[in-house]
């Protein structure tokens, strides 16, 4: 895997993570839900920036194609998701979920392992 990949894997990793906290804080701090439109302008602006770096950087690591961009990020999202409702909801994923996410791990193998 070379240096855009993993930078843009990364960028994309850190977007999905303020994604959740964007979407999901009203479930952990009461708080948030009385500043949904803080929430949305800040995070929204955060996360468009990091997907924008992110994405490109994958699509300069696979020479300019922007299929593993697409698919990359969305499977890093499932991913994240999973880890982060685990750690701040408690809700583990159930057979039909666990499945689901198995997928995206694959998904993620095919797109950085295959050549």
């Keep these: 895997m070379n240096k855009h990949i993993s930078l843009g894997i990364l960028y994309c990793v850190i977007a999905q993570f303020v994604v959740w906290f964007q979407t999901n804080s009203q479930f952990v ?3 948030a839900k009385d500043h949904k439109i803080l929430l949305s302008v800040v995070g929204g602006t ?3 920036y990091l997907f924008i770096i992110g994405v490109g950087e994958i699509a ?3 020479n300019g194609q922007v299929w593993p961009s697409r698919l990359i990020p969305a499977a890093t999202g499932t991913v994240v998701f999973t880890i982060m409702t685990w750690a701040f909801l408690n809700q583990g994923p159930d057979l039909k979920t666990g499945i689901c996410i ?4 694959v998904i993620l193998a095919i797109q950085i392992l295959w050549k």
């Design 29 to 31: 701090w009461p708080a």
């Design 46 to 48: 955060i996360i468009s």
């Design 60 to 62: 300069q690591g696979f």
């Design 102 to 105: 198995l997928l995206s791990f």
